[in-house]
Every structure is written in C-alpha cells, then in structure tokens.
C-alpha cells in the first residue's frame, strides 16, 4: 500500500514569494492533516480535513496561508507571501481512524 | 501553554537495556495517546497507541502506560537495539491534536 506522498521534498524561496505543497493520502483515508514543525519542536496542527470539509483550521494563520482539498483526496498548502518564520517542515498526514499516517514533509526555507 | 509535553530531550541506553521516555499531558479530553518514532528526512511512524479507557498497551518489545490521575504516560522499549536510536514524539488525539517536543532516543550498542 502506497504511503501518504509530498512534494516538494524541498523548496527554497525569497521572501516574499509564494510557494505550494502538495499532498496525496493514502486512498481510502478521509482524514487529512497539515502539520507545520519546527526545528527541535514537534508536529503542530495547522488544519485538519474530513473529506473535503476543513473541521478544524483555528491555527492556520489566514492572512498568508491557505489550503484546499478539492473532491476529499489530495490537497495543496499555500503561502503567500512566506516569510523568514515560515521556514520549517511541512507534514501531511491522512487517517482512517485515529492512527495517522505521515508523509515525508517537505523542508522550506525562506531566505 | 503546551498540552503535551516532553521534559528530556534527549536519552541514552546501553543496547539491551531498558529504554524509557515520558510524557505529561494537561487535557483530559482525549480519545488516544500515539507514539510515533522519526528517522532524520523522514515522516514520523506511528509506533504504538493507548486508547484513554486503558492503562497499558502491550506490542512486542514496546509497552506504553498510561496513569490518568498524573496524567502521565511513558513509553518502554525491551529490550534496547540500536536500530531504535530515533526521535520519539507523543502526541494526543481526539478532538485536540497536539505533539510533544519529542525525545532523542540513542542506543549506544
């Protein structure tokens, strides 16, 4: 069974620029996460999708982030304009039930 | 204000010791604690779970318990193999989802 797939694996950027992540769960899974870590800290929830339906998105920060999942299966993170905080790993993560199941992330740096 | 947390960073085992790594939580309102181990480049894996309605889980050389009144959880790896030497976070979920900073675990062979 085919993994939770991302890409980029990584991505470096301006400032200022805009830059998208990608992300296809495992088939089947209609729970979708995207998590931001930071160096030295664990996995932090940005927004989490049932289906197509974003339940959870309290600690994405609007302003310059979005995300979509077009028809409940792959979903595309978006920032624009990043900035030099933004620089980070970006995980995806899909589930059935509560086990999640990760992606490699992609690793973003903004200079 | 961390709802999981991890106190040490970092840990070191002798191969075929007893390695042990906790985790305190401050919300009740959880449904499941995961462990989840991360080589460098890759995602996390998902290792084990305790649902919160039991007090310990049992899958090989991996245990996990889970004491409510502390609100404390720890992870036991019998025995020790080098192999293991990995970042380990726990994390909550439920209607939350939260990790902690995770352990750097080595197992020095």
């Not at chain 1, 830059?19 to 930071?38: D, E, K, M």
């Not at chain 1, 979509?68 to 790993?89: F, H, M, Y």
Request: hydrophobic residues 30%; contains cysteine.
């Amino acid at each position: 069974e085919a993994g939770v797939v991302q890409s980029p694996r990584y991505k470096i950027i301006e400032k200022k620029q805009p830059v998208a992540f990608w992300c296809n769960p495992i088939s089947g899974h209609n729970t979708l996460y995207w998590y931001r870590q930071n160096l030295g800290q664990g996995p932090e929830l940005l927004i989490r999708y049932e289906n197509e339906e974003a339940v959870d998105d309290s600690q994405l920060p609007k302003d310059r982030f979005s995300a979509e999942r077009l028809k409940g299966v792959d979903s595309t993170l978006k920032i624009q304009p990043a900035e030099l905080g933004d620089s980070a790993v970006y995980l995806c993560a899909s589930s059935l039930g509560y086990e999640q199941y990760f992606g490699p992330g992609t690793r973003l740096t903004v200079t | 204000d961390q709802q999981v947390k991890q106190n040490s960073p970092s840990l070191s085992v002798q191969e075929g010791r007893i390695s042990i790594l906790n985790c305190d939580y401050t919300n009740s309102m959880f449904d499941y604690f995961l462990w989840y181990k991360k080589y460098p480049a890759e995602g996390p894996t998902f290792l084990i779970s305790i649902s919160s309605i039991k007090d310990k889980n049992e899958d090989g050389r991996f245990t996990v318990f889970l004491n409510k009144s502390a609100k404390h959880l720890s992870l036991h790896i019998v025995p020790s193999q080098p192999g293991d030497s990995a970042v380990y976070f726990c994390g909550e979920t439920g209607n939350q989802f939260y990790f902690g900073t995770g352990t750097s675990l080595t197992v020095i062979p």
